[in-house]
């Protein structure tokens, strides 16, 4: 079986953007609200963070429990892993997730600013200066022959996209409208020259827009 590179669960505005500007520490989604992007897989029975029982079931369902599947390793962008910007004045900073991130994988964050890699839990995070090509086979030989999921942000999304490196995407589009910040694409309709696409509106309120090869 090929190691496709997966882009999953990937959340964008009405009008396309994955984040605001403005991203600080104390606002990882810049001027967004990540509790209006993320409700609908909050909201779910297989939300991972949930503390009471319930939660809704059906395709939002379906699309967080489906997060992790034959998932080997991450590729991330820098500004999914931190609000700084520049060189690296510290290495105290470890990600937004504190000491258990739910990747479970290696990580690679791409960055032009190199840094010593370091394990939390079962995650361990490579900070990576390459070309998506580079990063792309670094990250499918950590996998061990298990898919390679591009978690984002958009910008690095794009990156892909316009190397011609993602194999599918699912991404779930908000009623929300964020103006300005990282977008991933003006009309979704942009990829189908590359991609079969299917729309599928949930209950929740947001749309899961399906690309495959």
């Known amino acids: ?63 967080t429990r489906d997060f992790a599947h034959n998932i080997g390793a991450e590729i991330m962008g820098r500004n999914k892993f931190s609000p700084h910007r520049g060189p690296w004045r510290d290495h105290e900073w470890q990600g937004w997730w504190g ?8 990580v690679f964050v791409m960055t032009h600013h190199e840094r010593p890699s ?16 580079t990063v792309l086979e670094q990250a499918r030989q950590a996998a061990q022959g298990k898919d390679v999921r591009l978690g984002g942000g958009a910008t690095t999304i ?28 003006e009309s979704p309709d942009e990829l189908d020259d590359r991609f079969h696409h299917d729309v599928v509106p949930s209950p929740s309120g947001v749309t899961h827009h399906l690309f495959w090869r």
């Open 158 to 185: 794009r990156q892909f996209l316009d190397a011609d490196l993602v194999d599918s995407l699912h991404v779930a589009v908000s009623q929300i409208e964020i103006g300005a910040g990282s977008r991933l694409w």
């Open 1 to 63: 079986m090929p190691q496709l590179l997966r882009v999953q669960n990937f959340n964008v505005s009405r009008d396309g953007f994955g984040a605001g500007l403005n991203q600080s520490f104390e606002r990882p989604f810049g001027d967004a609200d990540p509790g209006d992007m993320f409700a609908w897989a909050g909201a779910t029975a297989s939300w991972p963070n949930r503390t009471d029982p319930g939660g809704s079931r059906g395709l939002d369902d379906y699309f």
């Open 118 to 133: 370091f394990t939390l839990s079962d995650t361990t995070f490579h900070f990576v200066n390459g070309d998506p090509d």
């Open 99 to 106: 000491d258990e991130p739910p990747f479970h994988t290696p």
